[in-house]
């Protein structure tokens, strides 16, 4: 009866998008039963939604030796396995995944977000567009690099930010590259997300006056910024996040002040950049 009240209070925290009480209240009932799958898959789908690729893993390792036949575990192995930059194991993790249940749009989603940053980008359009034909709710089909006014993009985006942030960015070179640089997300424990959007070149200056002393440049990432673009409004108003979260970072301004200043909170769940 305990088992059974303290997974309820874990899914329901989970429902509410309270995913670190979901995590904790699994984690406690775990402790308990190590084979709890209930558990197991909160722990696995709240640690995705908050972008921690490695603590997924660890659940999901523990749910494929129990169920090595389910769908669902391969296809968040793969979630997981990308967020922790293995893009070859996710693709791997598609490849049961597909076996298993052929037209699973999530395993193609991820698994071209995965050989898009091994290079193949016929691969990877190929699964995109399976998955949009599939759940095109879910994962709209995005548009080509080429459809899309970049520059016209970036100056709508300045035009949302606060005063602030504008004045910061209005002294900082913004440079448009594909994908983030995998040596660079992973320089950091945990990694950074291969799904950000944008990223500042240099480092913060210990003393001196962050809006004096600015990054070198800050990168923005078309291939990620690309699969929000079907929603313009969505697009301009995720990457004013990013970018807003970056000089934050850069002028030391805490999560909590950011938050309360901006309303915008420094960590984003994951993984709706896919769609």
Request: hydrophobic share 45%; no cysteine; aromatic share 6%.
């Amino acid at each position: 009866m305990l088992h059974a009240m303290r997974l309820e209070r874990s899914r329901m925290a989970y429902k509410q998008r309270d995913l670190v009480t979901a995590i904790l209240e699994a984690e406690e009932l775990l402790e308990e039963d190590p084979n709890n799958v209930g558990a197991l898959e909160i722990v696995a789908d709240s640690e995705i939604g908050l972008g921690h690729g490695r603590e997924a893993l660890l659940a999901l390792t523990a749910l494929e030796k129990i169920q090595p036949d389910s769908v669902r575990v391969y296809s968040g192995l793969a979630v997981a396995r990308f967020l922790d930059l293995d893009f070859e194991g996710a693709i791997t993790a598609t490849d049961t995944a597909l076996e298993l249940s052929p037209d699973l749009p999530e395993a193609l989603a991820y698994r071209s977000l995965a050989l898009e940053r091994l290079g193949d980008w016929e691969g990877s359009r190929a699964a995109e567009l399976r998955a949009s034909e599939l759940s095109p709710t879910a994962f709209p089909l995005p548009p080509e690099h080429d459809e899309v006014p970049w520059d016209q993009v970036l100056d709508e985006v300045m035009s949302e930010l606060p005063e602030l942030f504008q004045r910061f960015y209005s002294r900082v070179l913004l440079v448009w590259h594909h994908l983030p640089d995998i040596a660079i997300l992973s320089s950091v424990e945990p990694p950074l997300s291969p799904m950000m959007l944008a990223l500042y070149e240099g480092a913060p200056p210990p003393n001196g006056d962050p809006m004096e002393i600015l990054p070198r440049s800050v990168r923005l990432f078309w291939g990620n910024a690309r699969r929000l673009a079907g929603n313009r409004q969505y697009l301009i108003e995720e990457l004013a996040e990013a970018l807003m979260i970056e000089a934050a970072d850069w002028m030391a301004l805490r999560p909590e002040e950011l938050e309360a200043q901006f309303g915008v909170g420094a960590t984003a769940e994951e993984p709706e950049a896919a769609q």
